[in-house]
Every structure is written in structure tokens, then in C-alpha cells.
């Protein structure tokens, strides 16, 4: 009941009520896990605490936290015991979800790991559950909630440090290609390349890069790159004055039949190129990512490829907004965004 009344300890996530505390007098054990799992940076200088979330996520990145650069910064100990305690209203009674114990050393470097994974543009800012809960719900249901298997299999994927239940990332692309009238955003972005990665790097396979990856010829992220290049190419022959995208049409079918979709994609651009003044940039960038799967675009993409297709598009829709896009880099012929 101490525990419940205090806010530094408590996380609320739909009907489970999350309490978290360190065998410790000291609050900074609490604090930064707050701070990395929760995104409440509650009892520390904020300042200080982005300052030191993004040195562990640089850490966990390399694979290892550094102790004693935060023992020496506020007194902790790795080996205190830290647990977390997940309850749920039952009728009468309260229900336990979950009981996990760790080393806080264990606990931090876990956490921080997820968060890393979870990082698809560079910005070190953790992400709290309540957005990841957010991309996992249907946006026109009001009170839409996560399921609670994904719920306890994600909270112990993260604890622990292993894989995500294979549901977290068959609901992200699923809400993906439900929404597909709405931008993609680097938090539901994130979880697919955090789904995947950990599934690469236990598979020994090469990890999903955090911006663009020109050299990239895997045949689903081709695909999302050409995807996104042709959107962007519509809205620029309109002025962007479009009502829809053929994102909104065309997104959910691109994505698992690329075969099917993308001829009659072309053909749509050529209609787009016709109308644009100088139409140099988009030619060359198509020819470009075309010509990294020789044109031969997929009969059907499963669900990991899928994933990677959504990674593409995110990544290419980023570059055009936030830096300049290199064509034909064998002849180093940098155009910038479009224009």
C-alpha cells in the first residue's frame, strides 16, 4: 500500500498496475529506472537524467552498461536486488500478473537495451509503454486496450532481455497496414526494427541500421523505399494538395504483394513525372532503387519481410524530410529531398 501511494514507484498500464523498488534506501535506484523503463524522470534534474539515459543507451549499444561511470555519479550498486511486481483487479480480489526479481545491474542493462532497439531516428529519448501500448490499439476505438498476453510477454521480453513475443510484431504490422491512411511514426517504426533486430542478433544475421541504408538490397526494403519514393513523388505533381496518397489505397497490398502492386504503381508515376517541371530527381532515384532488385519485385512477402518493407518506407519518407538523398552513388550524384 506504501508502495501504491507513491508515484515514483507506480506505472499504470490499462488494467495493470505495475510496482517497481530496489532492496535500497538510496531513490536514485528507482529514479532511473523510472526514468529508462517508464519515461518519468521523477526525483532527478532532467537535465541531467537525459544527459545519463543516453550515455546507457550508448552503452547498451556496445553491449555493456558502465557501472562505475554511474556508480561514481550517484552511489548505486549493481548487485542490489530490484524488483517488479505487476497486479490486476479481480473481482474481489487483486490478481498477480507477473513477480520478476534481478540485479538492478541486470535490470539496467536490459532496459536500456530496449530501449536502444527501439531507436529508429537519432534521438536518444526513451520510450515510455504507454506509446508503445498506444500503436498497438486501434485509433477510432475509444478505450481500445493492448492484449494482455502481449502485455506481460513484452514486460518480460524487456526485463530479461530476450526476444518480443512474435504477437508484438504481428499487431504493429497489422495496425500498420490498418492505418495506413496515417503517417508511420518512429515509435510504431521502432517496434517493428526492435522485433526484428533481437531476432537477427540471435540468428547471427546483419541488424537493421537506424537511418537509411543505401546499400541495402534486401527485396522487401527495396520495395518500401520504392514505395515511399513514389507517395512523395504523387504529392509533389499535386502541389500536395491530395486528400489521399496512394499510401491510403495501396499500402496494406504493396507490402505483402509487391508483384501485384508496384507495376501498376510505375505506370501511375509516369502520370506524376509528366507534371512536374524538372522530374530529374524522381527518375533517377526510381531507376536507382529499382535497379537494386533488377526489377524483379516479390510474388508475396511474409510477415518478418513485411516488416522490413515498413522499415524501408520509414526510412526513405525520413530522408527526404531531414536530409539529402544520394542517387547513383557510384557517381556520387547527391540531389537534395526533391527539389
Given at each position: 500500500?506504501?508502495?501504491?501511494?507513491?508515484?515514483?514507484?507506480?506505472?499504470?498500464?490499462?488494467?495493470?498496475?505495475?510496482?517497481?523498488?530496489?532492496?535500497?534506501?538510496?531513490?536514485?535506484?528507482?529514479?532511473?529506472?523510472?526514468?529508462?523503463?517508464?519515461?518519468?524522470?521523477?526525483?532527478?534534474?532532467?537535465?541531467?537524467?537525459?544527459?545519463?539515459?543516453?550515455?546507457?543507451?550508448?552503452?547498451?549499444?556496445?553491449?555493456?552498461?558502465?557501472?562505475?561511470?554511474?556508480?561514481?555519479?550517484?552511489?548505486?550498486?549493481?548487485?542490489?536486488?530490484?524488483?517488479?511486481?505487476?497486479?490486476?483487479?479481480?473481482?474481489?480480489?487483486?490478481?498477480?500478473?507477473?513477480?520478476?526479481?534481478?540485479?538492478?545491474?541486470?535490470?539496467?542493462?536490459?532496459?536500456?537495451?530496449?530501449?536502444?532497439?527501439?531507436q529508429i531516428i537519432t534521438d536518444k529519448s526513451p520510450v515510455p509503454l504507454w506509446k508503445i501500448k498506444s500503436e498497438l490499439v486501434s485509433p477510432h476505438v475509444k478505450g481500445d486496450k493492448m492484449s494482455p498476453a502481449i502485455e506481460t510477454k513484452l514486460i518480460e521480453s524487456i526485463l530479461y532481455g530476450i526476444?518480443?513475443?512474435?504477437?508484438?510484431?504481428?499487431?504493429?504490422?497489422?495496425?500498420?497496414?490498418?492505418?495506413?491512411?496515417?503517417?508511420?511514426?518512429?515509435v510504431r517504426a521502432g517496434i517493428i526494427k526492435a522485433c526484428l533486430n533481437r531476432q537477427f542478433r540471435r540468428n547471427g544475421k546483419e541488424e537493421i541500421t537506424l537511418a537509411l541504408d543505401l546499400n541495402n538490397t534486401t527485396p522487401a526494403y527495396v520495395c518500401g523505399r520504392l514505395f515511399a519514393t513514389l507517395?512523395?513523388?504523387?504529392?509533389?505533381?499535386?502541389?500536395?494538395?491530395?486528400?489521399?496518397?496512394?499510401?491510403?489505397?495501396?499500402?496494406?497490398?504493396?507490402?505483402?504483394?509487391?508483384?501485384?502492386?508496384?507495376?501498376?504503381?510505375?505506370?501511375?508515376?509516369?502520370?506524376?513525372?509528366?507534371?512536374?517541371?524538372?522530374?530529374?530527381?524522381?527518375?533517377?532515384?526510381?531507376?536507382?532503387?529499382?535497379?537494386?532488385?533488377?526489377?524483379?519485385?516479390?510474388?508475396?512477402?511474409?510477415?518478418?519481410?513485411?516488416?522490413?518493407?515498413?522499415?524501408?518506407?520509414?526510412?526513405?519518407?525520413?530522408?527526404?524530410?531531414?536530409?539529402?538523398?544520394?542517387?547513383?552513388?557510384?557517381?556520387?550524384?547527391?540531389?537534395?529531398?526533391?527539389?
Open positions: 500500500n506504501y508502495l501504491l501511494g507513491s508515484k515514483s514507484n507506480v506505472l499504470i498500464l490499462d488494467d495493470v498496475t505495475i510496482i517497481f523498488w530496489a532492496m535500497s534506501p538510496k531513490k536514485e535506484y528507482v529514479d532511473i529506472v523510472s526514468s529508462l523503463f517508464s519515461g518519468n524522470p521523477t526525483g532527478m534534474d532532467e537535465e541531467q537524467t537525459q544527459n545519463m539515459l543516453g550515455k546507457m543507451m550508448e552503452d547498451a549499444r556496445e553491449g555493456n552498461i558502465i557501472y562505475d561511470r554511474i556508480s561514481s555519479e550517484n552511489g548505486i550498486d549493481e548487485n542490489v536486488d530490484f524488483y517488479f511486481l505487476g497486479l490486476k483487479p479481480n473481482s474481489s480480489r487483486i490478481a498477480v500478473k507477473f513477480f520478476y526479481k534481478r540485479r538492478f545491474g541486470e535490470i539496467l542493462q536490459n532496459i536500456a537495451q530496449h530501449q536502444n532497439d527501439l526476444p518480443y513475443p512474435d504477437a508484438l510484431l504481428q499487431t504493429a504490422i497489422m495496425r500498420s497496414r490498418i492505418d495506413a491512411d496515417k503517417a508511420m511514426n518512429n507517395e512523395k513523388l504523387q504529392s509533389a505533381a499535386s502541389g500536395g494538395k491530395l486528400n489521399r496518397t496512394i499510401k491510403s489505397t495501396y499500402f496494406a497490398s504493396a507490402a505483402s504483394k509487391p508483384a501485384m502492386v508496384f507495376p501498376k504503381l510505375l505506370k501511375l508515376a509516369q502520370n506524376h513525372l509528366d507534371k512536374l517541371d524538372s522530374p530529374v530527381f524522381y527518375n533517377k532515384l526510381i531507376q536507382e532503387i529499382v535497379g537494386k532488385i533488377n526489377g524483379e519485385f516479390p510474388e508475396t512477402l511474409l510477415l518478418n519481410e513485411q516488416g522490413m518493407f515498413m522499415i524501408g518506407y520509414y526510412h526513405q519518407m525520413e530522408a527526404f524530410y531531414t536530409k539529402r538523398v544520394t542517387v547513383n552513388s557510384d557517381e556520387s550524384d547527391n540531389i537534395a529531398k526533391g527539389e
